[in-house]
């Protein structure tokens, strides 16, 4: 009798959903890095970078032009790794450009104008982004508001708060505290090699830890995970307060390699993360996504606006090449979806 | 007179399965003809493709003697085909009357819905139906049985010659089913011919006066109902005769593992107590809505109790979340398997290790390769049919997702498992199969507690049966002996006609 489960049983999977096939041959390849998303992006990378230095051998490939572009994505390099995090457990953060702004002002505050010293400064704003993490994750799983409302309403009122703050930021902060976003290590700035940190260091942990697995399982189906055991809420709060210390941390190293705390820091830059947190594989019904696809999704977009840059076509063409690319990656998902058969 | 409906050779296919091949069926006017097979069969494919929701590849369809070209779904409406869906088609933030009548409501001047007439007509359609809400209610404040109703409505509110029902009780109660059946007996009265696609026997004995019966896409055989009897139809539907016999082998049930008392989470469950000792496969038996799987998920730490009392093992516990109750040894199989059970678009193995992620992982960090050993292991002892552990669970038939789902709580080895609905949605082969690892896990000691909605299963299976009605527990007896008679006499005696739930307002 179980000889006929085992045949009458796989015969009967999609009989009832029907999918396309379109028998196109190129499809194999395409298939092929429709499947890793990371593998996608690190060849589109290698040949915008490859092609850069090809024609304008006298302006990429320069270690000046390399560490600008480097350190240009340190900042979102670090908020991609919060973001994706979330992302995978089906939520999101729109409110990080304005923690950031709120995380280097209280930063600056307490150093440029209470003269404490620059590490109370550091762990001032740390503690200002993890407290904003805090009161989205509550919002989110205490009151149940959906993120997109809730980090929309905070996005407002981080940047309320900054504003009343310090309405017109503070400058200079003091020079112990710029030490440490403007010492150079390699040729390249601090934020970089921070952001070189918490991307390996999160990079590893997503993907290889316990406690960050169960992330995936929440954004996978969150009622499933809440009937198998997992924390649904408390680990929810723990990834925004993790989105909001990595907000804080780029904010305060930002205040601190301009030596200054600008206000209007961070404005539109959760956009731009998302972006590059999709493009880097993440989907917004959560359960799917790599930081390292996060990251190359940054260095994606980074060097995307480098190029525009360096050609002359001029930079409003970035914009309109990176939405494409973004629909690109995206439409390459349902084409894998349509060959799953 | 030509039939109302003449499908010949009917061939479709989807990626890497033949759904239908030359099937060929034939409905008279004022038949309710019945489309039976496990899942997976293709009677459903039949369905949409009558009601000109896919396309079929090859062979033609004849109705009332003109050959029906390709047909879009409202075009099939207009010609009085009308097809109500197995799974909802309706929209929930709309009323009903809006739902029945969608893209088609009456007008008045200057193209002006016609609120009014569409409530009124909505009204009588639902009252026909022997529902009696508010036309003016959104569809998203209903219970699922009745936004069935809904669907229902919304096929009739057009002129119908041929009505297709897909599955149509599935989420109804039985006073409701019988009100479909009066409705059914009415239109084919007036000459209306349905097809009814169903994997009930009972329904198809009931209602039905001839069927067809479907296997692997292909047609296995035509019967009059009053000719046929059901072994022959499950003959029919598998290729072999199943037997779901009760196993005669008393086990010896061992001390009270479970003991629930007065336990209460309204508006769903207001007074349960029962208990299930190791070994034992104790049912909670009762209608939809009376409070079963509430009962569960209260004592799983799932939903929050407001009274009572629950005992593992001699110990008052009291449980948080579903967290707590894992660690006390108890799993739960929730009913809902694609919504509240698996992660569909991962795979078996990472599907399994999800309740045991501290199992397969050394010290911090998750090893795949354990959790895939894992899943080895349950692919053969539960005989998973599946090319690897690597397979998307969404990719799997529904007996082999059900398998998965069981075997995600085996990870944990639980003294006690709650299993809400064993076999909803699978077929009869993997049922039998199901069945047989029940009994198993019993007879290791394990205490069982399985919420049925199909008698025969409750039959089967329990070594007691514990009755609900209206979130309270009504009675009890041993499943050796029991009857459906019986056990139906004691949930219908004490449901009252509204629950205490719906009177609160409450949806399930």
Redesign the interface.
Known sequence: ??D???K??????????????PALLPSRIILKLANSRELMLFVLIVLLAGSMAIFYPNNFPTSYNISAVLLNAAQNGILVTGMMLLMIAGGFDLSVGSTLALAGVWAGVVVGWWGWPAEAGLAVGLVVGALAGLVNGLIVTRLGINALIATLATMTIFRGLTYLTAGTGVTPIGNDFKAYGQSVMFGIQMPFWVMLAVVAVGAWSVA????F??F??IG??T?????????VEQLTTVGFILMGVLAGLAGVLGASRLNSAVVSAGIGVELSVITATVLGGASLKG??GTVIGGVLGVLFIALVQNAMIINGVGIYWQNIIIGLVLLLAVSLDRFKQAH?? | MAPRLEARSITKR????H?LDRVSITVEPGEVHALLG?????K??LGKIIGGI?DRDEGEILYDGRPLGAISEPEAGALGIAIVHQEGSLVRQLTIADNVFAGRQPTGLFNRVNEKAMVAKTAELMHQLGVDIDPRRRVGELSSAQAQVVEIAKALSQDVRLLILDEPTAALTLTETDRLFDVIRRLTKAGVSVIYVSHRMAEIFTICDRVSVLK??RLTGVRRVAETSTDELIRLM???E?HFARETTSRNAGKVRLKVERLSAKPFVTNASFEVRTGEIVCLAGLVGSGRSETCEAL?G?RPRDGGAVQVDGKAVNFK???D??AAGIG?V?EDRK????????DIA?NIS??V??KV?SA???SESSAEALANRFIQDL?I??PSAKR?VG???G??QQKVLLA?WLATEPHILIVDEPTRGV?V??R??IYRIMRELAAKGMALLVVSSDLPEVLTLADRIVVMADGRTVGEMPGEGATEEAVLRLATQFTSLQTPAVQAGAHP
């Open positions: 009798m179980s006929s489960v085992m009458t049983a796989p015969s009967s999977l999609p009989v009832e959903s029907p999918r396309q096939t290889r830890t316990r406690y697995r169960q995936y399982f996978g189906n009622r499933a995970a809440k009937l198998s055991g997992i924390r359960g799917e799953r058969a | 989807f990626p890497g399965v759904a496990e899942n997976g069969a293709g459903s494919t896919y692997d896409g598998v290729g072999r199943v799983f799932a979340g579903p967290w109750a894992m739960m929730p919504d509240a059970g698996l992660f569909l678009s991962m990472r999800a309740t992620l501290s992982s911090w960090l998750v005989r049919a599946t998307a990719d799997l038939s007996g082999n995600k077929d082969g993997a039998a199969e």
